[in-house]
């Protein structure tokens, strides 16, 4: 009898069922892109309905489904299909070559392999704008320091998950602006574009281009009104340029929810509005995010 049972505990221990399928989406990858890995474990395998498990400090404690892409941690949920997904955002400024996916079921490390990342070709931009617009005085540069960094310090922080499918567009208009697209402003080359600025005259509502809550609202010197919305997982949208905030600190919104409207506040010669999204971190394209089928 206990021959027997250790037979059954080696089969059930090696078991083609502990085997998992990793899919990426889109397959070809650039910097700037976000990626969504696809993960389906079989059924009689599955994690817990809580991916997540037991909270920990973060929320996040699982030990059935952990996983890492670029030495980023990759957070998992379960799709309406009944896979697993996890989000990863390629940085615009990732260096092209290949880096490490790596996903761990429980407890075994399942599937491995190497992603190699392309280089984006984001094109060239030139503009010209008044003078103490781009050349800032000593006054100024400090001012603009100190936004950046009330900015960066929600980057690292990952938060429980708000958003639910599908991101959309947060105005209706057309891209004037590209991501990623290196900027040469009166003859001086600027920092890469780190979003997308969209047409849209001024007062256009701007909805939440999915649920989350507001973590800050600012005015700045580059941005003007400001909005920073948290969807939860590492993911953030930045709004800037706004002409009126509609919501308020830490409100939570819906995805459709009107936030905002579009304005020309801050460095700018005309209404539009600047759309840029982080993911723990990393910038990314808010069109890669748009454009993918998240169910």
């Known amino acids: 009898m206990k021959l027997t ?9 090696i078991s083609p069922s502990l085997a998992i399928d990793v899919s990426l989406t889109p397959e070809v990858l650039k910097q700037g892109d976000i990626v969504l890995i696809r993960v389906t474990v079989p059924s009689e395998n599955n994690p817990p309905s ?3 498990g037991k909270e920990g400090v973060n929320g996040f404690s699982d030990e059935s489904l952990t996983g890492s892409f670029m030495d980023m941690k990759l957070y998992f949920f379960k799709a309406e299909s009944g896979d697993y997904m996890a989000l990863a955002g390629i940085d ?3 260096n092209p070559g290949e880096y490490p996916l790596t996903v761990v079921y429980s407890n075994k490390k ?3 392999k190497t992603i190699k990342i392309l ?6 931009q030139k503009l010209a704008l008044p003078k103490k617009m781009v050349d800032l005085d000593p006054e100024t540069l400090k001012r603009v320091e100190v936004e950046q960094a009330r900015l960066a310090k929600f980057w690292p922080v990952v938060s429980e998950k708000l958003w639910d499918g599908k991101f959309i567009m947060p105005v209706n208009g057309k891209i004037i602006s ?3 697209v290196r900027r040469i402003i009166n003859e001086q080359e600027k920092s890469p574009h780190g979003g997308i600025d969209i047409r849209a005259s001024e007062g256009d509502p701007v909805i939440a281009p999915n649920s989350g809550r507001i973590v800050l609202i600012d005015d700045q010197f580059f941005g003007g009104k400001t909005l920073v919305l948290d969807h939860g997982y590492g993911i953030y949208s930045i709004f800037f340029h706004l002409s009126r905030i509609e919501v308020s600190d830490r409100q939570l919104v819906k995805k459709g929810d009107v936030i905002g409207r579009a304005g020309a506040t801050g460095r700018a010669t005309g209404p539009h509005l600047h759309w840029g999204m ?3 971190g990393q910038r990314i394209n808010p069109v890669s995010l748009v454009n993918l089928e998240i169910d």
Do not use: C, N, S, W
């Open 5 to 13: 049972a250790v037979v059954i505990f080696i089969l059930l221990f």
């Open 50 to 52: 809580h991916p997540f």
């Open 92 to 94: 615009m400024k990732t």
């Open 110 to 112: 399942t599937f491995e």
């Open 119 to 124: 280089p984006a070709d984001f094109g060239i």
């Open 178 to 180: 590209p991501f990623g």
């Open 278 to 280: 982080r993911l723990q």
